[in-house]
Structure formats: C-alpha cells, structure tokens
C-alpha cells in the first residue's frame, strides 16, 4: 500500500476512465489535524458524503446494511465514510481517520456505540439484535431529532465488529 499527501478527497474517477491510483493506495490531508483516506472501487451505488461503506479485501466498497455487514459477509472487513456521492464501478476516496462526517439516525448520543441499520449506509446507536457495531467511529456531539450526516464524528480505523 502506498500513501500520497494532499489529495482532493470529494473526487470520483468514471468507471470508464483509467484510475488514478491503484485501489486500496491511502491518503492523507494535514488541514485542522490529520485525515486519512481510502481509495477504493464502487461495488454499488453510495448516494451520498457521509454514507458508511464496507469494503472487502479487494478494495470493493458497498453501503454497510443488513447483509453487506453480516457474519459471514463483512465482519471484519474496514470500512468509512464516503466523500462524495459515487455511481457503480466508479473511483474515490472513503474517510478512514481523523475527524469527519457520518450519516447517523435519529438522537444518537455522543461517545456510544453505533451500529449498522437496515439504512444503506446509515449508523445508530441502538443496539439492535443482529445488527453489527462499526468499531472505531464516535460521535463527539449529539445527533439532531431526524436523520442527518453529524460533522463531529472521529474515524480511527473503522471495521465491522460483532452483532449486537
């Protein structure tokens, strides 16, 4: 794996268009504190910034849900939050470390576990059985009344944990 310094991390490459990195290359961005950054390949459409996306061994990134995060299909694997919205089979970077954004339910409360939900790509707090907990993703305020992407959320490696 090789590491670049100052990448535009909102950007996304075509699918038909050559890759300007090989997937799985990290990055990273030193503007108010480090960020760290994934560059991995679209398994499905990610509709927006902020959406968690699991991705597997050969760098192929879906939204976390039901059965992209099951035992048996994405326990284990890494993941992070999306920088831009991205069609199927394209280019982009996912957030890995640092401070950043995460779409997240209803009232989620600060520095509790989150897990995944039947929301493509969303996070909550309530341990719901079956659902499996995103390890190392917290949020450092509060989370509004309606679904929302929470800016004050810290990445430290993220990957899927055990079901609740």
């Not at 990273?28 to 996306?53: D, F, S």
């Not at 309606?146 to 800016?151: C, S």
Request: glycine fraction near 12%.
């Amino acid at each position: 794996m090789s590491t670049i310094i100052g990448l535009t991390k909102s950007e996304v490459l075509a699918s038909t268009a050559t890759p300007d990195f090989a997937v799985g290359t990290l990055g990273e961005t030193g503007n108010l504190g480090t960020k760290q950054y994934l560059y991995v390949h679209a398994q499905e459409v990610v509709t927006a910034a902020g959406y968690i996306c699991v991705i597997d061994s050969d760098f192929e990134a879906e939204m976390t849900d039901l059965a992209s995060t099951a035992p048996g299909a994405g326990a284990g694997f890494s993941c992070g939050a999306a920088m831009a919205a991205v069609a199927d089979n394209e280019f982009f970077w996912i957030q890995v470390y640092g401070k950043g954004s995460v779409r997240v339910l209803t009232d989620c409360a600060v520095g509790t576990a989150l897990y995944c939900t039947a929301t493509s790509g969303a996070l909550d707090d309530v341990a719901t059985s079956g659902l499996e907990h995103i390890v190392g993703i917290v949020l450092g305020t509060v989370a509004g009344g309606a679904p929302e992407t929470n800016a004050d959320a810290y990445f430290n490696f993220p990957y899927v944990g055990d079901t609740a």
